[in-house]
């Protein structure tokens, strides 16, 4: 696995407390996102290294760079259809050329000039852009935010094969963390180490609320 990997507890100490934080593993030229689907759709993308197959071009798919947070979403890889979770490593460019185009899944009076302003970005845009509560190892909300991303149309294919370097099958390593989640070991959880993604534009950070 080429993920860094750090204890739980000490990235915790210095994570964010509150605030709207896209939290991730990334450097200059790629970033982590981590995705959930049933064995079939999940064997074939990190034997390939892209998308297909199963895996369909016409739907919404989401990603989301915050471990924990995929982890809250697919219980672990314990729920139906999110058994196989993958690491995807992502053009850095990529996700920004997302951020840039996304449109906020619901109506955001500051944001837009009126509800149906908003319905025909929506309508136009490929992206959607969703913050919802964080949460801890356990599950418990927190108040800190967290990102996901949804992309459909002419970019879910550019998604799905271009824009990806390697998706990495992290389920072996999930399930052993779940492992000292069921037996209270905190101190033994390893999570993938994780900052605050820093953005150069400033009028991006604004659309995006970020702290």
Do not use: C
Request: charged share 25%.
């Amino acid at each position: 696995m080429k993920l860094n990997i750090k204890p739980y507890i000490e990235q915790q100490k210095v994570w964010p407390k509150t605030g709207h934080h896209i939290m991730a593993q990334y450097d200059e030229s790629e970033i982590i996102v981590y995705q959930s689907y049933r064995p079939e759709i999940g064997n074939f993308a990190s034997d390939n290294n892209y998308f297909g197959g199963a895996f369909s071009l016409n739907r919404m798919t989401w990603i989301k760079p915050n471990f924990l947070w995929m982890m809250y979403r697919n219980g672990w890889a314990t729920k139906e259809g999110q058994e196989t979770v993958l690491a995807i490593h992502l053009r850095r460019d990529a996700f920004e050329r997302y951020l840039n185009q996304a449109v906020y899944s619901s109506y955001q009076s500051d944001l837009y000039e009126t509800r149906e302003h908003w319905q025909e970005e929506v309508q136009n845009s490929s992206i959607r852009l969703q913050w919802d509560p964080d949460h801890d190892p356990y599950g418990a909300k927190l108040e800190r935010r967290a990102i996901q991303i949804g992309i459909r149309g002419n970019e879910v294919k550019q998604y799905a094969k271009d824009d990806i370097l390697e998706i990495e099958d992290i389920t072996p390593f999930v399930k052993e963390q779940y492992n000292h989640l069921l037996n209270n070991q905190l101190d033994k959880l390893m999570v993938p180490e994780e900052h605050p993604l820093i953005l150069d534009s400033e009028s991006l950070k604004q659309q995006l609320r970020l702290q």
